[in-house]
């Protein structure tokens, strides 16, 4: 047992934080820390690619509560030095071995390391917060935007899983209004940034603009086999051949429902644009009643996680470099869809950062709930700490023979 599992223990019987009144006073590691409670240790597998590098600059700018922390990547980058929050770290190579003493480990490396090791992870007594698809849609791990489904998360067994970016960033301002007035069904067009394919694929869009600028008859392409800039295609997941959705589209259908955890009828179509780092949607929505742009306007207004850019007289709305960085999801080209008639249709435009609230941000959201649960319950005496309701571990029951996705993120 780890030492903050130990302290949550310990916390249960002392039950002495007033938590309400330090709430909102402070930040999570000052509240744990005056609180007497041990910081979780913290592993990052994945941490030279470029959600693993949001993360550390996430854990630091929101002053997550951590005691130690690890960074893991492949053989390839073992060795390397980092300094970081002023201490000089080496990253380790990635092994079954690594994560023992470790209570968050926070997975984006890839389904595949994610199906090698998030298993033992789970058995070394840690609790893995995985970027990738591995896990998603399996029964038992929970599928979280915090924003919509955070009491999910108390019943992880060991994995909780962050959903795909363009699931995420739909699901955000779509529940704020689906909670008022239920959707009926989702018709979502993506416009998804070069990040969403990883850093090498960020890389390859800046190194075509300057093959391009310097004349070369062919641009650098060695990830997506096409020209991207001054282009765009159809997302560069695999596509079913039987129903001609991309395996992105699917994942968008799929993952939702489970999310909301009600069937809620989507239908996307995915696409690929030469942008770096945030992706837009154009959402239809169909409403069991009729939902007036007014009334849509103030429930985005104060939904949790959403900013509202839609200044028509100024042609002003959202863009993925004003989203870019930026923690929120800007909504805008908020107005009635005129082709349902009644006011039961609506139309919304998004941009929201990919690597940031589509994928490092929801997961380390979901880290700061954790150590949220584990402080509450261990105040009211109900539990014994993060691993709360994770008993059964790795062996009692995920599946790593899920297909194969080329796309695994
Ligand atoms: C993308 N599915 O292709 C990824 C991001 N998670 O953009």
Same mark, same amino acid.
């Given at each position: 047992?780890?030492?903050?599992?130990?302290?949550?223990?310990?916390?249960?019987?002392a039950?002495?934080?007033?938590?309400?009144?330090?709430?909102?006073?402070?930040?999570?590691?000052?509240?744990?820390?005056?609180?007497?409670?041990?910081?979780?240790?913290?592993?990052?597998?994945?941490?030279?690619?470029?959600?693993?590098?949001?993360?550390?600059?996430?854990?630091?700018?929101?002053?997550?509560?951590?005691?130690?922390?690890?960074?893991?990547?492949?053989?390839?980058?073992?060795?390397?030095?980092?300094?970081?929050?002023?201490?000089e770290?080496?990253?380790?190579?990635?092994?079954?071995?690594?994560?023992?003493?470790?209570?968050?480990?926070?997975?984006? &490396?890839?389904?595949?390391?994610?199906?090698k090791? &998030?298993?033992?992870?789970?058995?070394?007594? &840690?609790?893995?917060?995985?970027?990738?698809?591995?896990f998603?849609?399996?029964?038992?791990?929970?599928?979280?935007?915090?924003?919509?489904?955070?009491?999910?998360?108390?019943?992880?067994?060991?994995?909780?899983?962050?959903?795909?970016?363009?699931?995420?960033?739909?699901?955000?301002?779509?529940?704020?209004?689906?909670?008022?007035?239920?959707?009926?069904?989702?018709?979502?067009?993506?416009?998804?940034?070069?990040?969403?394919?990883?850093?090498?694929?960020?890389?390859?869009?800046?190194?075509?603009?300057?093959?391009?600028?310097?004349?070369?008859?062919?641009?650098?392409?060695?990830?997506?086999?096409?020209q991207?800039?001054?282009?765009?295609f159809?997302?560069?997941?695999?596509?079913?051949?039987?129903?001609?959705?991309?395996?992105?589209?699917?994942?968008?259908?799929?993952?939702?429902?489970?999310?909301?955890?009600?069937?809620?009828?989507?239908?996307?179509?995915?696409?690929?644009?030469?942008?770096?780092?945030?992706?837009?949607?154009?959402?239809?929505?169909?409403?069991?009643?009729?939902?007036?742009?007014?009334?849509?306007?103030?429930?985005?207004?104060?939904?949790?996680?959403?900013?509202?850019?839609?200044?028509?007289?100024?042609?002003?709305?959202?863009?993925?470099?004003?989203?870019?960085?930026?923690?929120?999801?800007?909504?805008?080209?908020?107005?009635?869809?005129?082709s349902?008639?009644?006011g039961?249709?609506?139309?919304?435009?998004?941009?929201?950062?990919?690597?940031?609230?589509?994928?490092?941000?929801?997961?380390?959201?979901?880290?700061?709930?954790?150590?949220?649960?584990?402080?509450?319950?261990?105040?009211?005496?109900?539990?014994?700490?993060?691993?709360?309701?994770?008993?059964?571990?790795?062996?009692?029951?995920?599946?790593?023979?899920?297909?194969?996705?080329?796309?695994?993120?």
């Open positions: 047992m780890s030492s903050f599992l130990k302290m949550s223990l310990v916390l249960r019987r039950n002495r934080v007033n938590q309400s009144a330090m709430r909102g006073l402070c930040s999570q590691a000052q509240e744990l820390e005056r609180s007497g409670m041990v910081l979780p240790n913290v592993a990052i597998a994945g941490v030279t690619g470029a959600v693993g590098q949001e993360f550390l600059e996430l854990l630091e700018a929101r002053k997550f509560p951590f005691a130690n922390l690890k960074l893991l990547a492949s053989a390839r980058s073992a060795g390397k030095k980092i300094t970081y929050m002023g201490k770290y080496t990253i380790e190579e990635m092994t079954e071995d690594s994560f023992e003493n470790v209570d968050i480990a926070l997975f984006s &490396a890839g389904g595949s390391q994610s199906k090791y &998030a298993p033992a992870a789970v058995d070394a007594g &840690a609790v893995v917060v995985d970027n990738s698809s591995a998603r849609m399996q029964p038992g791990v929970p599928l979280v935007v915090p924003e919509v489904n955070p009491e999910a998360i108390r019943a992880h067994r060991g994995i909780i899983a962050n959903p795909n970016c363009s699931t995420i960033l739909m699901n955000v301002p779509v529940w704020a209004l689906h909670k008022e007035v239920p959707v009926k069904r989702i018709v979502v067009s993506t416009y998804q940034a070069s990040s969403g394919a990883g850093a090498e694929a960020m890389r390859e869009l800046e190194q075509q603009a300057r093959d391009w600028v310097e004349g070369k008859e062919e641009v650098k392409q060695d990830i997506f086999g096409r991207y800039i001054w282009n765009l159809s997302h560069n997941s695999a596509v079913c051949l039987e129903t001609g959705y991309n395996e992105e589209e699917l994942k968008m259908v799929k993952e939702t429902t489970k999310i909301f955890d009600e069937q809620i009828p989507v239908t996307a179509t995915c696409i690929r644009v030469p942008v770096l780092r945030a992706h837009c949607e154009a959402i239809n929505l169909t409403f069991a009643e009729p939902m007036d742009e007014a009334r849509a306007r103030s429930i985005l207004e104060n939904a949790p996680g959403v900013s509202i850019v839609d200044d028509r007289e100024n042609n002003q709305f959202p863009e993925p470099l004003m989203a870019s960085g930026k923690d929120d999801i800007f909504v805008g080209r908020i107005r009635p869809d005129l349902q008639p009644g039961y249709g609506l139309e919304l435009f998004i941009a929201g950062d990919q690597i940031r609230k589509g994928a490092a941000l929801n997961a380390v959201q979901i880290a700061e709930q954790l150590v949220q649960n584990a402080r509450d319950d261990a105040t009211e005496g109900v539990s014994v700490g993060i691993k709360q309701g994770s008993e059964a571990v790795f062996s009692r029951g995920f599946s790593t023979s899920a297909p194969e996705e080329k796309n695994e993120d």
